[in-house]
């Protein structure tokens, strides 16, 4: 009993002193994931809202921005202390993720995108978003960009 | 089409009972905050709401945005103050009540 409250009292001491942290450090990589994705993304997105999204090309990016946050959330994911973050990301990726599920559940058809009939085709090569749906999830999807990308930059401010 | 009035008059019939009023005072609310992020989301529910009157986005894919609002506010949640706190979860659970579980099943094909 004697040992836990010496313990304690060097944790509380080491705490308000700074040298323990309850958030993970400021990460650059961590950083530079959120902000080549939000640069990445914004390319595309300011395209297909001038023009459906269709074909191969757009697959492609599509499936690369999945990537991208998969891999983020996973890297995110191998830190401690980093509970805020984690849950960001992962929201960042399932909205990623829903941009490759409409894209599948949409067919391009003479020169309009509509919902496929049949639900998600197995070859999503024939998909398309449409441009009224990629102003709206670029919205969705800036916004948050912006909120983990400030997030990130707070733990410099809160370790400084 | 201006406003959120017009919106809703274009997505439903005269006759169909909905909280019309609830949903303008909620969003008018949400935009006339001095908080920037709580604005935010009262900009994006018109916004989308404009594109759905518009015909811009269909009844799926509105319903898949309007859920990515209420996301946005629970990865905002932790930065805002135990004051803002709780009038984002306000506005959230309007949006969740009034416009994903109550106007999109009322909306016109």
Redesign the interface.
């Given at each position: 009993m004697k040992y836990i409250k010496i313990y304690i009292s060097i944790f509380m001491m080491l705490a308000i002193s700074g040298c323990v942290h309850l958030v993970s450090y400021y990460d650059s990589v961590s950083y530079k994931n959120l902000t080549d994705m939000k640069g990445e993304m914004k390319v595309f997105f300011q395209s297909c809202q001038k023009e459906v999204a269709k074909g191969e090309y757009a697959l492609s990016a599509i499936d690369g921005f999945v990537l991208s946050s998969a891999k983020a959330y996973e890297y995110e994911k191998g830190k401690g202390l980093n509970d805020?973050t984690i849950?960001?990301l992962k929201?960042?990726e399932?909205?990623i993720v829903?941009v490759k599920s409409?894209y599948s559940s949409n067919v391009y058809s003479g020169s309009t995108c509509e919902?496929r009939a049949e639900g998600v085709a197995p070859d999503a090569s024939t998909g398309c978003l449409?441009?009224?749906?990629c102003?709206?999830?670029w919205?969705?999807l800036e916004?948050?960009f912006d909120?983990?990308i400030?997030?990130e930059q707070?733990k410099i401010e809160e370790f400084k | 089409m201006s406003g959120i009035s017009e919106f809703l008059d274009t997505l439903l019939d005269e006759t169909v009972d909905f909280a019309r009023d609830e949903l303008k005072v909620l969003v008018k609310e949400a935009k006339n905050d001095n908080r920037v992020f709580i604005k935010h989301m009262g900009d994006l529910t018109e916004e989308f709401i404009k594109l759905r009157a518009l015909g811009q986005l269909t009844n799926d894919e509105f319903e898949e945005l309007m859920e990515d609002v209420v996301d946005l506010n629970k990865m905002q949640f932790h930065k805002l103050s135990v004051q803002a706190k709780a009038r984002a979860e306000r506005v959230a659970n309007g949006i969740r009540d009034l416009v994903i579980n109550s106007l999109l099943s009322l909306i016109k094909a």
């Open positions: 805020d849950s960001q929201t960042l399932k909205t829903e409409r919902a449409t441009i009224g749906y102003i709206a999830k919205k969705i916004t948050a909120i983990a400030t997030t707070s | -």
